[in-house]
């Protein structure tokens, strides 16, 4: 293992993990920032959406420091504040989870999602994201494995923000592959770069892309199943959500 680490120790690592995070971070605010531009997002928005959207996008920033951090040089710092991500990512899973929950209870799923698929693509991808995180914490003394490991988790947090950048209701019934397609750019890079650099590919791709795909098939199947429609039924019992069947597209607003 050791061999491996050195391998892929190289000068250029660190600048590009660091423009790779710049892409990311510029994907998700462009993505956010369509949606504002668009109308079709509110300051007026209810206190539990504002918390999600401060602690997503804080987080999106954090991690571009961290990046930054570690491309300038400052790697004690880096793994100083490091730990404040465990804490961070705890709350990102509880407000994911809540927002998602709350969306589909008022009735207001995206459109070119069936309200059921929405609740479980979003509740498994922020499961996911969080399973890559706390792989690459038990990593972080393989920087090669922590840095591979911590982008494929990342990735998967800009789904949302290709969700707002393509147009999704011309991609009916496709849109969650289209977003995915758009997701896996960025270990596909990390891919691409490996094999110009090092001549071989990391092993952490194979992880956290193999996450990241079992992630996606996941909510195909799980959505389809009995014990995911009970669970939906339950949830949106007495709220809007409750007037929409939970496996048909629901009405464009």
Known sequence: MASVSARFDIAG????????????????????AFQFAMGRSTFAAPLLVHAHAVTFMGWTFFYLLQNTLVFTGNVALHRRIGWIGVGWVSAMVLLGIAITA??????????????????????????????????????????????????????????????????G??????????????????????????????????PAWAWGIGVLVADQLLMGLVSATGMALSLYGALVAGGAGAKLAPLVYPPFP
Request: proline share 7%; charged share 15%.
């Open 13 to 32: 690592d660190r600048r590009f993990f660091f423009f790779l995070a710049v892409a990311m971070t510029v994907t998700i605010v462009a993505g956010f």
């Open 169 to 202: 209701p011309l991609l009916i019934p496709w849109a969650a592959w289209a977003i995915f397609a758009g997701m896996m750019l960025f270990p596909l890079a990390g891919v691409i770069h490996d094999q110009r650099s090092a001549g071989r590919i990391h």
């Open 102 to 167: 709350r969306i589909v209870r008022d009735g207001h799923a995206p459109p070119f999602f069936t309200p059921l698929y929405f609740l479980t693509m979003n509740t498994l991808s922020v499961i996911a994201f969080a399973g890559l995180f706390a792989a690459a914490i038990a990593m972080r003394r393989r920087s090669d494995w922590h840095r591979r490991l911590m982008a494929c988790a990342m990735a998967g947090l800009t789904g949302p923000a290709f969700g707002r950048l393509l147009p």
